[in-house]
């Protein structure tokens, strides 16, 4: 008769082949998808910010002048995996929109309302401190 401990590492074995079977269903269902929405990912990174795309393409050129070998390397890979490459470029391109506008705030734009008017009547709740809780200065003396 078996051990119950042998059962135990059987069920592991087949939970962790499971477990890759489902994340490699997961896997080409995403590339699947990213296959079909790579062009319309690749013109909204485009749209979003077109530098960054183009910033690619010159680091791909940059390759090439450093090592030709890598360059077509990387072209190949860059082809290959063309849905991930547009997916991250258009990624990058959201990155960068969104970093543009904290490093370059738009000018500080003056407020208006109180353009005709030579002073601003502030409300205050608070009451002035009388005279007993006012501190003590030099010139009270």
């Known amino acids: 008769m078996q051990d119950s401990r042998d059962y135990f590492w059987i069920f ?11 994340i490699v269903v997961i896997v080409r269902g995403v590339i699947f998808l990213l296959k079909w929405l790579a062009p319309v990912l690749l013109i909204a990174a485009l ?5 960054t795309v183009l910033n690619f393409f010159k680091w ?22 063309y849905p991930l490459v547009a997916a991250l470029l258009l ?6 929109k969104k970093s543009q ?18 002073y601003i009547i502030l409300d205050i709740d608070e009451e002035w401190p009388s005279d007993s809780k006012r501190r003590r200065t030099f010139e009270d003396d």
Request: hydrophobic share 55%.
């Open 12 to 22: 592991i074995v087949l939970a962790i082949a499971l477990l890759i079977a489902v």
């Open 47 to 51: 749209i979003i910010r077109h530098q």
């Open 60 to 81: 791909m050129g940059y390759q090439y002048r450093e090592s030709v070998v890598r360059g077509l390397a990387l072209t190949i890979l860059a082809l290959v995996m």
């Open 101 to 118: 506008k904290w490093l370059n705030p738009p000018f500080y734009e003056e407020d208006t309302r109180y353009e005709d008017t030579d």
């Open 91 to 96: 990624v990058a391109a959201i990155a960068d």
